[in-house]
């Protein structure tokens, strides 16, 4: 017997103690999501680019086995995922890597039994953690987070005729409605927004900056290069993102909490000042397009359909989906950090 729907659980919560911050419905709506099935593929909600074709992971191996080859071969070295998804892009990275020597230890940071079971079927040699701060740090880490940033809870600050509010979550009729908290939060908003317009709406994302900034310090301690692969803007901007999907299809965010995944576009700007901040090396912030061109997909592509002239036709339009500027090739974007002393990494302009 089911318990509870989220639903009903915000109900009663709201209805005893008050509207909830959009940061504990995220993170409590996305908790319930993952922790009980595969979102992923056709029959799920939504497809990631490891999905759409094998040779988005082979180029993210080749970059991290091109930079470790330019750092010197240090070893050994461990490949380090944070929601690895089905194991898709751990697989066909390792595999790229593997024809250049670069056999690391595989650590999968997953909480999600349902998908852990799926990665432990296509990585039968990978050690699974509960968070990064389980995976020992006595070796360089090369580091992949790929559609993992945007799904971490927001929080959002709105300002109304008095001031500054939290924006939080309130009972409706019919459901759920966005509404400004009572209390002021002025003092949590930066100086040069202070005076914004009315209804104006500012994001942060707490886990999204503590993630960068243990990687930061981890690479600034062990050594190694990390990407964090999402969509997201590398200017800072206003406004909410915050959106959901089901069944490959945008629905309203607040309709169904536990049952569609709740996502916001990841602010990489800020982030790639904090991992500055934090010692690490920001070799830049490319749009997925641009990265993967650079890389060689076009290439890629070219030399999987004369191997199988059959699916030529599909390589086409799994690249155009991973690069076009209406589809991932602009609104996803590559951030690559590195530690000191690493090399630049292959697919980032010239800073």
């Given at each position: 017997m089911s318990g509870p729907s989220l639903t009903e659980i915000f109900r009663r919560l709201i209805a005893t103690s008050g509207p909830i911050s959009v940061q504990q419905f995220m993170g409590e709506s996305n908790a319930r999501y993952y922790a009980g099935k595969d979102p992923l593929g056709t029959a799920g909600d939504f497809v990631t680019a490891p999905e759409i074709s094998q040779m988005f992971g082979?180029?993210?191996?080749?970059?991290?086995?091109?930079?470790?080859?330019?750092?010197?071969?240090?070893g050994p070295v461990r490949y380090v995922e944070l929601g690895p998804g089905r194991g898709t892009l751990a697989r066909d990275a390792l595999r790229a890597m593997g024809r250049f020597g670069l056999s690391p230890e595989v650590h999968l940071v997953e909480s999600s039994p349902a998908l852990q079971a799926i990665q432990?079927?296509?990585?039968?040699?990978a050690r699974f953690h509960a968070d990064l701060g389980d995976?020992?740090?006595?070796?360089?880490?090369?580091?992949?987070?790929?559609?993992?940033?945007?799904?971490?809870?927001?929080?959002?600050?709105?300002?109304?005729?008095?001031?500054?509010?939290?924006?939080?979550?309130?009972?409706?009729?019919?459901?759920?409605?966005?509404?400004?908290?009572?209390?002021?939060?002025?003092?949590?908003?930066?100086?040069?927004?202070?005076?914004?317009?009315?209804?104006?709406?500012?994001?942060?994302?707490?886990?999204?900056?503590?993630?960068?900034?243990?990687?930061?310090?981890r690479l600034v301690a062990q050594g190694g290069a990390a990407l964090f692969i999402d969509y997201g803007h590398d200017r800072?901007?206003?406004?909410?993102?915050?959106?959901?999907?089901?069944?490959?299809?945008?629905?309203?965010?607040?309709?169904?909490?536990?049952?569609?995944?709740?996502?916001?576009?990841?602010?990489?700007?800020?982030?790639?000042?904090?991992?500055?901040?934090?010692?690490?090396?920001?070799?830049?912030?490319?749009?997925?397009?641009?990265?993967?061109?650079?890389?060689?997909?076009?290439?890629?592509a070219e030399a999987l359909a004369q191997v199988t002239p059959g699916?030529?036709?599909?390589?086409?339009?799994?690249?155009?989906?991973?690069?076009?500027?209406?589809?991932?090739?602009?609104?996803?974007?590559?951030?690559?950090?590195?530690?000191?002393?690493?090399p630049d990494g292959a697919g980032f302009p010239p800073r």
């Open positions: 082979e180029l993210i191996g080749l970059w991290l086995a091109d930079i470790w080859m330019r750092a010197g071969k240090p432990r079927a296509a990585l039968p040699q995976i020992p740090t006595d070796a360089p880490i090369l580091l992949v987070a790929n559609e993992f940033l945007d799904a971490l809870p927001i929080r959002q600050l709105v300002r109304i005729e008095g001031g500054w509010r939290e924006m939080m979550v309130a009972a409706a009729e019919d459901g759920f409605a966005y509404a400004p908290g009572p209390l002021p939060m002025d003092a949590a908003v930066p100086q040069d927004w202070r005076e914004a317009e009315p209804g104006t709406v500012l994001e942060t994302c707490p886990g999204a900056a503590a993630v960068v900034d243990e990687v930061a310090g800072f901007r206003t406004g909410s993102t915050l959106q959901a999907v089901r069944q490959h299809r945008k629905v309203d965010a607040l309709a169904a909490p536990g049952e569609a995944d709740l996502t916001a576009h990841v602010d990489f700007a800020t982030l790639a000042q904090m991992a500055e901040a934090g010692g690490a090396k920001w070799l830049g912030t490319a749009p997925h397009g641009a990265f993967l061109r650079a890389l060689g997909i076009d290439q890629r699916k030529a036709e599909a390589l086409r339009q799994a690249k155009d989906r991973l690069t076009g500027d209406d589809q991932m090739g602009l609104l996803f974007k590559v951030m690559g950090l590195a530690a000191p002393g690493w």
